[in-house]
């Protein structure tokens, strides 16, 4: 089974950037269409950005157009999303995820599966 | 955007009891190229990612029991666990995959009454 393995927690202060990795170990990330999801404690999913193989570039959710990069190193299989200009409101679970069948190649709709989660903390 | 709207927000159902949730897109989900709609129900535990139910509306996931089940077209959709298990205590979210934005509704959180 295709496991997504994100780094570990965060802790960082308001202004500040945060930048989380996403690993799909034993698969090339030339093709993986990796897309990022977070989730405010208690609160729910909410889609940030990703690529979008249909047109052939990374798609962002309007709120985080101005702040969000995502890139991938493929020579380590490793994906990133960066998040600059932290506030509070950032403190979060950062999910990767994919909605690349691994299986059979082709890109399905839905995002299966996922990263652990990662968490980060914006705290002063 | 398409905006994905559940209800209710909480759900309480005693065990092996019929449970119930409703998801509605601000404009159809239904692709006539494939005749399907792009809908997507997950199932989130405490401390955990989401996990896939029900996709292409009521198609069951790998794995999943045939508890749940997933039905709606167009515009209504409704997730359904036919007999409520201890394990299924969680939170559920439907997603529209039709057009980027990808959105989630609010979701429902079901508990043991």
């Known amino acids: 089974q295709v496991q997504l393995v994100q780094s570990g927690a965060e802790v960082k202060k308001p202004g500040a950037s945060a930048k989380v990795s996403c690993k799909v170990p034993g698969y090339s990330l030339t093709e993986v269409s990796m897309h990022w999801v977070r989730q405010v404690p208690g609160k729910g999913l909410e889609w940030m950005g990703g690529f979008d193989p249909e047109h052939g570039k990374t798609i962002f959710a309007q709120k985080f157009q101005d702040r969000l990069t995502v890139t991938a190193d493929t020579s380590i299989d490793t994906a990133y999303m960066e998040l600059s200009s932290l506030t509070f409101d950032d403190t979060a679970v950062y999910y990767c995820?994919?909605?690349?069948?691994?299986?059979?190649?082709?890109?399905?709709?839905?995002?299966?599966?996922w990263g652990q989660g990662t968490l980060l903390t914006v705290s002063s | 955007d398409i905006v994905m709207t559940q209800s209710p927000d909480t759900l309480a159902v005693s065990l092996g009891e019929r449970a119930t949730i409703s998801c509605r897109s601000s404009?159809?989900?239904?692709?006539?190229?494939?005749?399907?709609?792009?809908l997507v129900w997950y199932q989130q535990k405490p401390g955990q990612p989401p996990k896939v139910l029900i996709y292409w509306a009521s198609t069951r996931g790998s794995g999943v029991p045939d508890r749940f089940s997933g039905s709606g077209s167009g515009t209504d959709f409704t997730l359904t666990i036919s007999s409520l298990q201890a394990e299924d205590v969680a939170v559920y979210y439907c997603q529209q995959f039709y057009s980027a934005p990808r959105t989630f509704g609010g979701g429902t959180k079901v508990e043991i009454k």
């Open positions: 404009q159809s989900i239904f692709h006539s190229s494939n005749n399907k709609n792009f």
């Open positions: 995820t994919t909605n690349y069948d691994f299986l059979t190649g082709y890109y399905l709709g839905w995002f299966d599966p």
